[in-house]
């Protein structure tokens, strides 16, 4: 097994742990999510996986929730006392939930990928 397939294990599964470790506290484990998108989308595409581009959008997802989130956080929030009307938490609420959920649903599935890929030696090429 090559060295790259290794690493793209470890890293998928790194990012698995870090969307899952977050998600106990989503405001103050914003970065921690961030971190294992970026983790799970890395080993998706060391591992060259079918579904790295998923792993690209969910990346992508999360950090516009979480610009968006310390954005308004530094702002003043949402609620009565801002000015600013709790339907504004959707520009954050959207992209970071969608965002987590095609993380978590892509580091899945292509950890099982990974781990039930066949040594490269051992696949017979396409007609033999």
Do not use: C, K, N
Not at 30 to 47: E, M, Q, Y
Not at 80 to 100: E, F, I, K, M, Q
């Amino acid at each position: 097994m090559s060295a790259r397939i290794r690493w793209s294990r470890w890293l998928v599964a790194a990012g698995l742990l870090g969307l899952l470790v977050g998600a106990l506290d989503p405001l103050e484990g914003s970065l921690v999510i961030l971190a294992g998108a970026a983790l799970a989308a890395l080993g998706a595409h060391l591992g060259r996986s079918r579904r790295r581009q998923y792993a690209s959008w969910s990346l992508v997802l999360v950090t516009t929730g979480v610009a968006a989130m310390w954005i308004a956080s530094a702002a003043g929030g949402f609620g009565p006392g801002t000015g600013r009307s709790p339907g504004w938490g959707a520009l954050v609420l959207l992209p970071y939930a969608a965002g987590w959920l095609l993380g978590l649903a892509v580091a899945v599935v292509t950890l099982i990928e990974l781990l039930t890929r066949r040594p490269q030696a051992d696949r017979a090429a396409p007609g033999e």
